[in-house]
């Protein structure tokens, strides 16, 4: 382990600007020959906290090893920093005793009866303040952040009314105007039916296109608007009408669908995801709490080139994970990913998902200087290893953090 790497480490605050050797560098950018676009004995310069070289170390011009500080990677792997692109990480309680309850046999319809399910979730949040929600996410998003969470996306959808959707926004924000994370805040007041409009769905989504919505864009919470188009959750038609309302606002949009998270989706829709340029973000955290059996149609999603993104979903219902390292494992156990496509799930294309492929995902020329060092001897070992974290170092925006250091 380098002298430099270890001062610098123990500084939250420290620039990690300059030229970074005796490291191997896993790109992750796309016209790469090598898998993973990996670099052995990479040379990587930062500035400005911008990418300005990355490539052999041999190659690196001597004008740039002369002119800049050095950082040693100690001999580690380098990856770009992860993103966890899709979850509902801001809410206040847990559901362990609904757990407790489906496990003696309890049905779900027996425990939204007793006030369970997402309305329970929705009960707790309101009741939270502003500091409330964000001290109780906070453990949660700082576990991400020591495997190397660089970008997080956070949704709304438990308040469900217009006060909570927006103090669960601003939550969001507080969260990422902590050192070291960029945070995404998605609007998803379409999320559910409140107790106040009982089998009203029209007048719901009549409130959120014309009062929730305009006040979460004029406040400027929200980066992207999503909805849950179910059975249980918003019709087609509902759902285009909220649709509708976010891009008159200029907002992007993303959607819950197909039994939630894709696993039904048809060829026909693979096909019209793939012409539209739609990233499937799968979620094999909720398919392994839910104890799902039909698997998402991973080989007809990889044929028709839609780019597949991995995240954790982080809610209290249907998969309380705070680690996406483990998302990785169990898209390779679970969903027959290959640990590199794993890897892009949580980097090129969660960035790709998120819309900010253009900044973040890839270690290349001119992208921000998102990277992580990580404990391993091969990029596999990422996605091989269960509740393991081999995270050393991880570098946001050029500004050096402390990883887990095990
Ligand atoms: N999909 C999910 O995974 C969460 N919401 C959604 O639309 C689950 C919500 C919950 O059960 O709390
Ligand atoms: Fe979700």
Redesign the pocket.
Known sequence: VGEQTQAASTRPDATGDGVWLNVHVASMAPGRPAPYGAIQDAGLVVRGGIIEWVGKRAELPSALLDSLPAHSGGGRWCTPGLIDCHT?IVHAGNRSEEFELRLRGASYAEIARRGG??LS?VRATRAASLEQLVACSLPRVQRLMAEGVTTLEIKS?YGLDADTELRMLRAARALGERDGLEVVGTFLGA?ALPPEYPARAEEYIDFVCAEVLPAVAAAGLADAVDA?CETI?FTPAQTERVFAAARSLGLPVKL?AEH??LEYVSQAGVSAMARAGTVAVL?PG?FYFLRETRLPPIGALREAGVPIALAT?C?????PAESLLLMLNMGCTLFDMTPEEALAGVTRHAAMALGRDDRLGTIEVGKQADFVLWDIDRPAELAYRIAANPCHLVVKGGAIRPGARP
């Open positions: 509902h399910g997402i979730t959808g999320h849950f959750g819950h939630d998270h979620l909720a979903d809610n209290p219902g249907s998969s």
